[in-house]
């Protein structure tokens, strides 16, 4: 099956600072690799995704690029602001029913 | 239109009692699943409907039960509680089950297991 592997596990910055995030998958048959932001407390909510015929997808400060060759994919969070402080998931897959998680980034911006 | 609700918020069992985590969405979504999270580990997916008396195993579906037999409602029910279920569950729901629809996740339901 796939396999998910998200670094780092904690990621530090100041704020205006960039953020990235970064996952690797198995799976060539994946297809789909969505993000999530979870807030402490809440459940997971989809920031952004991009499919396997995309490289790169663009959506205000958050930016997610995929390299289908090298199997890894990334997600980018420009001006960084203390709100985007969280727990940022990515998965792969192909569809909702078959998608893997990685394990997770918690992410801190220092004001 | 309240989104994805599960019931209860908490709940503490002992080793061997069963029970049932409720969810329940009002947004008419075909596709419905259960995760736990656990430290560490992610989300992994438990169960996971298609529709209304569909329902199929995710990645850890050992020791819990699913039923779908209405659109809103998607139970989970853990037969025999276990320590090693102690996790936080989260039902989450999608229009349908393909990539181009958003997953809207639950609030969660944390689960201790004595």
């Known amino acids: 099956g796939e396999n998910v592997e998200q670094h780092p596990s904690t990621l530090s910055v100041q704020e205006g600072d960039s953020a990235v995030i970064k996952c690797t998958y198995s799976d060539s048959a994946s297809n789909y690799f969505p993000w999530y932001k979870q807030e402490l407390g809440k459940g997971p909510q989809l920031i952004i995704d991009i499919r396997s015929n995309v490289g790169e997808k663009k959506d205000q400060r958050i930016a997610v690029t995929l390299n289908k060759t090298a199997k890894h994919f990334s997600l980018h969070i420009t001006e960084t602001q203390p709100e985007d402080s969280a727990v940022y998931f990515c998965a792969g897959g192909t569809s909702y029913g078959k998608l893997t998680f990685g394990q997770g980034t918690i992410l801190t911006v220092h004001p | 239109n309240a989104g994805v609700t599960q019931t209860p918020k908490f709940q503490v069992l002992k080793t061997g009692q069963s029970m049932t985590l409720q969810c329940a969405q009002d947004?008419?979504?075909?596709?419905m699943s259960w995760y736990r999270q656990d430290p560490g580990m992610g989300l992994r997916l438990i169960h996971y409907s298609v529709g209304a008396g569909i329902t199929d195993q995710g990645e850890v579906p050992n020791g819990y039960n699913v039923s779908r037999s209405t659109t809103e409602d998607f139970p989970l029910r853990l037969l025999s509680a276990a320590p090693s279920q102690t996790s936080v569950y989260f039902c989450a729901s999608s229009v349908t089950s393909g990539p181009a629809e958003t997953q809207y996740f639950g609030p969660g339901t944390r689960l201790t297991v004595l």
């Open positions: 947004m008419n979504h075909e596709y």
